[in-house]
């Protein structure tokens, strides 16, 4: 029965994919891959009884993911292991392009590159004078501030790499894509470092819930 049951499901998901999945099925189909031999709709009703959607249950710690009945560390390994696996996967998938000539391409990157991502992380791209990619740095995890964002560090690396453009990001993992007052004073802290050395300096973007915005140039 619950052989038949997975058969079904997974042939349904090879024909059309998840997007017609309800979130128990669509989370049951996951676990068939964690739980290889007992009934998963149980436990799927569970995680979503106790995080209240699919995307919360795949945003959630790892220690609140053992706590319910049924979840080994197996299993939420597995599950923290989805979003990750997404995210690097986008990201992966838009620097084969290289090139990020526009505003929209950067932001479209980042978006990508903060899928599942729960913690404000601060990361630093690297852009040679065809604005193709030389590297993703990530400076800081943790709030972004003057005083926790080292600037000088950002123009070594930017140095140590011979970029002739940087762009940074960092996002709000719990809020809107705003900048915020330290958001502002770091972004001009980093605009002056690098027009010392005269590197250019494109943006700092804030991305929360898929959407950016940047700080210099207003775009949304």
Not at 16 to 28: H, K, P, Q
Not at 67 to 75: A, K, L, N, R, Y
Not at 76 to 95: C, G, N
Request: with cysteine; net charge negative; charged share 25%.
């Amino acid at each position: 029965m619950a052989e038949g049951h997975r058969g079904r499901l997974k042939e349904r998901f090879l024909k059309d994919g998840l997007d017609n999945f309800n979130e128990i099925n669509a989370l049951e189909i996951l676990l068939f891959y964690a739980v290889p031999r007992n009934d998963t709709n149980p436990l799927a009703h569970r995680l979503l009884d106790r995080f209240g959607s699919f995307s919360a249950v795949l945003d959630a710690d790892y220690n609140d993911l053992l706590e319910v009945d049924g979840i080994s560390d197996h299993t939420a390994t597995f599950l923290k292991l989805l979003p990750e696996a997404a995210r690097y996967y986008q990201s992966d998938k838009i620097t084969e392009r290289k090139e990020l000539a526009a505003l929209t391409d950067i932001g479209e990157f980042f978006v990508r590159k903060y899928v599942g991502v729960v913690k404000e992380t601060v990361y630093m791209l690297l852009l040679d004078n065809k604005r193709c990619v030389i590297s993703l740095e990530k400076v800081h995890e943790g709030s972004v501030s003057s005083a926790a964002v080292s600037v000088r560090k950002m123009a070594e690396t930017a140095l140590k790499k011979r970029a002739a453009a940087v762009v940074v990001a960092h996002n709000h993992p719990s809020g809107l894509a705003v900048p915020s007052p330290d958001d502002i004073l770091v972004t001009r802290n980093i605009r002056s470092a690098l027009q010392t050395l005269e590197i250019e300096f494109i943006d700092h973007f804030i991305v929360a819930e898929n959407k950016y915005c940047t700080v210099i140039n207003k775009t949304v």
